[in-house]
C-alpha cells in the first residue's frame, strides 16, 4: 500500500511552528525563571514542569473542556475571532505548545543558571539594561542550551499521540499527523505502511538528535 505523506508533512509543519513559538515565549520565560527572587517562583515552575509528568490524555482532556465551543472560552473564541481550536490544526498548535513547554523552557533555564553571575554585574556596571544583558551577553553564551531547546521541542512535538488525539482527533489534512496514521495503519493491520511511517519518523528524531550532540560537542571544545 503507498504512504500518503500528508501526514508526514502536517507533522513537520506542527512541530515547526510550535518551535518557532516555543522560542519566542520560552527565552523571556526562562530567563525570567533563572534570573528571578519571587518567592513563588516554584510555583511557576511547577505548572511549566506539569507536563512532564501527566500523561497526554490528562492534558488533552482538559485541554478538550477549555476549548470547547460549549465552554465560555471556546464559546468566546468562535463569536469573536471565529476560532474554534478543538478539532482544527490551531488547536494542535496551541495545545503542542503548552504540553512542549517544558522542553523548551528547562534547556535555556538550566544554561541561564550555569553562567557566572558576574558576567551580569559586569554588564550592569557599564550601564546596560537587563534586556540588553540577556540579549547582548548571556543568550550569545548559551547556545548549546538555546539548540538543546530548540530540538527537543521539535522532536518532542514529532511524537506527540495521545494529546493531538483528544483535542484534534483524526481529520485528514487537519489534524491526521503521522503518529495517528501509524496508528490507523495498525488497527488495519497494514504493518507495511505503519513500518514506513515509523521508519521515517525514527530516522528523522535520529538526524536531529546526531546533529545538536554533534553541534554541541563542537561549541563547547
Not at 127 to 143: D, E, I
Request: some cysteine.
Amino acid at each position: 500500500m503507498p504512504i500518503d505523506w500528508e501526514p508526514l508533512w502536517l507533522t513537520l509543519r506542527l512541530a515547526s511552528i510550535t518551535t518557532v513559538f516555543l522560542l519566542i515565549l520560552g527565552i523571556p520565560l526562562a530567563s525570567w525563571l533563572a534570573l528571578s527572587q519571587f518567592r513563588l517562583k516554584p510555583i511557576i515552575e511547577a505548572l511549566v514542569s506539569l507536563p512532564l509528568v501527566l500523561p497526554p490524555s490528562v492534558v488533552g482532556f482538559y485541554l478538550l473542556l477549555t476549548f470547547s465551543p460549549t465552554s465560555r472560552l471556546g464559546a468566546w473564541l468562535l463569536r469573536t475571532f471565529d476560532l474554534q481550536l478543538v478539532f482544527s490544526f490551531e488547536g494542535l498548535v496551541v495545545a503542542s505548545l503548552l504540553y512542549s513547554l517544558p522542553f523548551m523552557v528547562h534547556p535555556i533555564q538550566a544554561g541561564l543558571e550555569n553562567l557566572p553571575v558576574s558576567w551580569r554585574e559586569a554588564a550592569y556596571t557599564l550601564g546596560q539594561s537587563p534586556a540588553r544583558t540577556l540579549w547582548r551577553v548571556l543568550l550569545p553564551n548559551c547556545k548549546p542550551a538555546l539548540l538543546t531547546g530548540i530540538v527537543l521541542s521539535f522532536a518532542h512535538t514529532i511524537g506527540e499521540f495521545g494529546l493531538v488525539l483528544m483535542i484534534g482527533g483524526n481529520l485528514p489534512g487537519q489534524t491526521r499527523v503521522a503518529s495517528i496514521a501509524i496508528y490507523d495503519e495498525v488497527e488495519l493491520l497494514h504493518f507495511e505502511t505503519a513500518h514506513a511511517y515509523a521508519a521515517l519518523l525514527l530516522g528523522v528524531s535520529f538526524v536531529i538528535l546526531l546533529l545538536v550532540y554533534s553541534i554541541n560537542k563542537r561549541v563547547t571544545v
